[in-house]
């Protein structure tokens, strides 16, 4: 079976740092773009970030560059989103995504909240 598991979410204060992990099981992720979204109540599911098959490229919503950092094991067959500074407009859904495949995770809830 073909799934994307994210894992790190939580609740944290503002100006504090969480690490989200997206595990792929019954696919090799090396060869395919990887992708986190977002989904904050009421609102659309937005891109966070695009990272390439090597992990060598990168694309940041603007409301996020500088202060989050995608990357990626191929190794483990993993992507990570690292989140610094956060603030209370970060809160939302975080969910992992092959764009090529349409394959989405369950999503991970992030709340920063004080």
């Known amino acids: 079976q073909v799934r994307l598991d994210e894992s790190g979410g939580g609740l944290v204060q503002p100006g504090g740092s969480l690490r989200l992990s997206c595990g792929a099981s019954g696919i090799i992720v090396s060869t395919y773009y990887m992708a986190w979204y977002r989904q904050a109540p009421g609102m659309q599911r937005d891109l966070v970030a695009l990272i390439n098959t090597g992990g060598g490229s990168t694309t940041y919503a603007s409301s996020v560059k500088g202060r989050f950092t995608v990357s990626r094991d191929n190794a483990k067959n993993t992507m990570y989103l690292q989140m610094n500074s956060l603030k209370p407009e970060d809160t939302a859904v975080y969910y992992c995504?092959?764009?090529?495949?349409?394959?989405w995770g369950q999503g991970t809830q992030v709340t920063v909240s004080s």
């Open positions: 995504n092959i764009p090529a495949r349409n394959l």
